[in-house]
């Protein structure tokens, strides 16, 4: 004798519920192909490489806050893919990173990435996989794209937006001083095109614009300034900031964004690009044209390179309540691999994947003691999870009584610089492997990666 339940709940069992069902076999929301790309950086310089949609940057993805969607992927290369959406706290087989879990898109088949996007803010989607010594692949392509989570009561305080992504292109290995090789390249742009080369952003007098930059570079750290112009940054990695400035130019190491309004009160033509000269002068800066004026894009020099994140924090710091975080020191190193060879890395004395430490507790707060041993800048990354700065750059020479009064500045990535010390906390809110890695192609190639898993 069968009865109605048992009936039931079998053809539960034998068909998934009809929402799952549904976001099976509807139409994606959207679609990305990869695929080879000839891509025209300059009249000078036609790269092959693998991009999103056709185009680099890949599409806009516009989407709102908590607003289920889903993503249709095809991978029309040869090789396995997987994309990875940035800054997003997702499950972690959606994340998007092979090592939390997430399955590869085996090449010339297709994948589906259904999730409720959040938080609101500016993102951004890449590949995530592994180049090694093939500088054309993962991140020194064409595979990154930019994300916007809208929340659902935002009132636009801008005329126009521009979403600008920064690029290196065409790398090749170079032996630096210590002998160790580094990737140093020979095209940078902006959008994918050269200085000169695509469409000048184009302004009005007395508008009010709103710039979403992302650095996409697989290595490179990068400064940015408007001509004739000051930025007022207003979000930091898509988060707004306690205490919103107005700065001369901006850093952004790999896959940081930043926000930043400007009036358009200085009529002309002129450059928004890269500060140091060489960098320009390898095509990275773009052409801001005011209506109906014209000539030749007017740059002036800055004298020196200025930025710090603590300027955006909170102006009073409130008391740290409740119970004290638990620490996790975590230290950098590089391994010298002999000449001709890039180095490898280590947290805590291991490389991926047998650098690990304790199992997370959901619920708690942690403090991430980020010790920088190495003559080398790190951007670090944490997946599915934002972190508060709260002590920044002290030197490792100092005596280890870093400031504490750091509040409010919620980032992704955070750049930790040569032989300095850097702390940030987290709540662990979202289960399930955590990776955490240098988001420099080169050193998460080289064991920078650790997985956090969850108690
Ligand atoms: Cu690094």
């Known amino acids: 004798m069968i009865s109605r339940r048992d009936l039931l709940s079998g053809l539960a069992g034998l068909f998934p519920s009809f929402p799952a069902l549904a976001q099976q076999f509807a139409p994606p929301d959207y679609k990305i192909d990869i695929a080879p790309l000839a891509l025209e950086l300059s009249p000078r310089h036609t790269l092959k490489t693998t991009a999103y949609n056709g185009q680099v940057p890949g599409p806009l993805l516009r989407l709102k806050e908590n607003q289920p969607i889903t993503i249709e992927v095809a991978n029309r290369t040869d090789r396995p893919e997987v994309v990875h959406w940035h800054g997003l706290f997702l499950p972690t087989d959606v994340d998007g990173a092979l090592e939390e879990g997430t399955p590869p898109i085996a090449p010339y088949s297709s994948a589906r990435y259904s999730f409720a996007p959040r938080p609101a803010g500016f993102r951004w989607y890449h590949t995530h996989t592994t180049a090694m010594n093939d500088l054309s692949r993962a991140q020194y ?10 929340a659902r009561d935002d009132p636009a305080r801008y005329d126009q937006e521009f979403f600008l992504a920064l690029h290196d292109w065409d790398g090749r290995l170079l032996a630096s001083e210590d002998g160790a090789m580094n990737p140093s390249y020979a095209v940078a742009t902006i959008n994918g095109k050269a200085m000169g080369f695509g469409e000048p952003l184009r302004v009005k007098q007395g508008q009010r614009i709103l710039l979403h930059i992302l650095n996409s570079s697989p290595t490179e750290t990068h400064w940015v300034a408007f001509a004739g112009h000051s930025l007022r940054i207003v979000a930091l990695d898509g988060n707004p900031v306690p205490a919103p400035r107005t ?14 309004l400007v009036e358009m009160n200085n009529p002309g033509v002129w450059v928004l690009g890269e500060v140091r000269k060489h960098v320009q002068a390898l095509g990275m800066a773009i052409v801001v044209e005011y209506e109906s004026r014209q000539g030749s894009a007017r740059w002036d020099q800055p004298a020196e390179l200025i930025w710090n994140y603590e300027q955006f924090a909170a102006p009073e710091p409130s008391d740290a309540s409740g119970e ?9 190193e590089s391994k010298f691999r002999g000449h001709g060879a890039m180095e490898a890395w280590t947290i805590n004395g291991n490389s991926y994947p047998d650098a690990r430490v304790a199992p997370l507790i959901r619920g708690r707060r942690y403090r991430l003691q980020f010790i920088n041993k190495s003559v080398d800048d790190h951007p670090l990354h ?11 750059g002290a030197p490792l020479s100092a005596p280890s009584t870093p400031r504490n009064d750091i509040r409010g500045v919620i980032k992704d990535v955070v750049l930790v610089g040569a032989r300095t010390r850097t702390e940030v906390e987290f709540t662990a809110d979202n289960p399930g492997a955590t990776l955490f890695h240098c988001h420099q192609q080169n050193h998460m190639d080289l064991g920078f990666m650790m997985l956090f898993d969850y108690a």
Do not use: Y
């Not at 392509?141 to 809208?150: A, P, W």
């Open 141 to 150: 392509g064409g595979q990154h794209g930019f994300l916007m989570i809208e």
């Open 247 to 260: 700065v001369p130019m901006l850093r952004l190491a790999p896959a940081e964004r930043v926000c930043a």
């Open 324 to 332: 004290p975080p638990t620490v996790v020191p975590l230290v950098f």
């Open 382 to 392: 944490l997946h599915r999870h934002s972190f508060e700065l709260r002590s920044l």
